[in-house]
């Protein structure tokens, strides 16, 4: 059968199988919003696993904050999240962050990472240069000048005026100076929006004269730009600079500014927050144990079904990992590897599934999949893709941990959200 991924929604030739909660579905004629699918609904609308699999005894749903009481959350220090208000919020050490930033509360499980630029807020301390160069003049900045996407009073108001002249040496710019390993990528994030709306502003990080053009909207959004470092240190820049490229910008504009971060790697994460010197988020560490873990599994048969959006596009991370403690002699697992979804089954040191279910879902892409596992019968699938059954499979029965995004050791996190985690003690035929 074939896809076609449409505006509308993404349609196969079999019927519907259902794609990112924002976004509308046609099926038969009819419209109607995914959040009102019932969460069993899979990939064969000829015969989903409604009715065929019932009484999960796990259910991780963001939706409902206790049934995520059963992880056990490791995070050393602060971290933020998206609030169902669409406000970001802070969330204490050593608990499950449900980030709303997709319009749905999902799971966030980011790995550690630094925000290099040393004051993310104050855009007035000096060490954001305001730089003024032939006609332009230094940016005006105003601190407090607005609502900021937290809520709160504190946006900054900047008003960045290059000036009469069409020369590149026309200029106003705020920038901030930082170290950076040459090759390397840097993403650069931030919050902005225009006081009327159109305003053009030119952004750069690690590039040499890399610059990015972002129009502005009056309302709140968070811009990113990812660059390779062109030598040992970039500058964090955002502003106008009239003729560069020979395209004439506005000459003067007015931007509200929230949040600046620039982190090493491809991808922005949720923003750390900084004011005096650079700030490491300390990576998510989700498991469960213990008798919440032997509550739930079977040891010999059962179905796990998730719903996941990743960050980005990379091999190596891992949805959920399932394993004897902290050895690698018994797993079960679901990880991207190079350019593909993979199920991954070992027990007493022996693998016996290492197969590829799909292909890698790109970053951004929300995603199902499914696997169900029994004495010589592996199978999963990745949205209404059925991998071939694994017909020889000997199911380890001294699993006693499952990690969430992540797995047991060499962590190898998700960078993304997890919308839903089911599992039913169970096999299935019915993925």
């Not at 409604?50 to 971290?79: C, F, H, Y």
Request: overall charge negative.
């Amino acid at each position: 059968m074939s896809d076609t991924l449409t505006p509308s929604g993404l349609q196969s030739s079999a019927g519907l199988y259902g794609q990112c909660g924002v976004y509308q579905f046609d099926r038969n004629g009819a419209i109607f919003n995914p959040l009102d699918l019932n969460p069993y609904l899979l990939f064969d609308a000829e015969s989903s696993m409604i009715g065929t699999l019932e009484n999960p005894t796990l259910d991780l749903d963001p939706t409902k904050q206790e049934s995520l009481d059963v992880i056990t959350a490791t995070r050393a220090g602060t971290a933020t999240f998206v609030n169902l208000n669409g406000e970001i919020e802070i969330a204490q050490p050593n608990t499950v962050r449900v980030d709303n930033s997709l319009g749905y509360p999902a799971i966030l499980v980011e790995p550690s990472a630094t925000n290099l630029v040393t004051y993310s807020e104050d855009f007035s301390h000096s060490s954001w240069l305001k730089n003024a160069v032939g006609t332009g003049v230094a940016p005006e900045i105003t601190l407090n000048a607005a609502e900021s996407p937290d809520g709160t009073q504190n946006a900054t108001k900047v008003v960045f005026d290059a000036g009469s002249g069409t020369s590149t040496n026309d200029l106003s710019t705020l920038e901030d100076l930082f170290s950076a390993t040459n090759g390397a990528s840097y993403t650069q994030s931030i919050y902005l929006k225009g006081e009327t709306g159109g305003e053009k502003i030119l952004v750069r990080n690690a590039g040499l004269n890399a610059y990015t053009t972002l129009t502005l909207t009056t309302e709140w959004a968070r811009y990113e730009v990812t660059e390779t470092a062109a030598q040992t240190f970039g500058y964090y820049s955002i502003g106008i600079r009239q003729g560069l490229g020979g395209v004439v910008l506005n000459s003067k504009i007015t931007v509200y500014a929230y949040g600046a971060q620039v982190e090493a790697g491809s991808v922005a994460t949720s923003l750390i927050r900084t004011a005096g010197s650079n700030v490491t988020r300390a990576a998510d560490d989700l498991v469960i144990s213990g008798s919440a873990f032997s509550d739930f599994y079977n040891q010999s048969e059962g179905t796990f079904y998730v719903e996941s959006v990743p960050n980005e596009n990379t091999s190596g991370s891992f949805l959920f990992d399932l394993s004897f403690g902290d050895a690698s002699t018994d797993r079960l697992n679901i990880f991207n590897g190079s350019g593909n979804q993979k199920v991954f089954l070992r027990t007493a040191g022996t693998t016996w599934s290492d197969n590829i279910i799909g292909s890698r879902p790109a970053g951004g892409v929300f995603s199902r999949v499914a696997i169900s596992y029994k004495t010589n019968d592996v199978r999963a699938s990745l949205d209404g893709v059925n991998m071939t059954t694994d017909p020889s499979a000997t199911i380890s029965s001294t699993l006693n941990k499952m990690t969430i995004g992540n797995r047991y050791q060499n962590p190898n996190y998700l960078n993304g959200r997890i919308r839903r985690l089911i599992f039913w003690p169970y096999h299935s035929d019915s993925l």
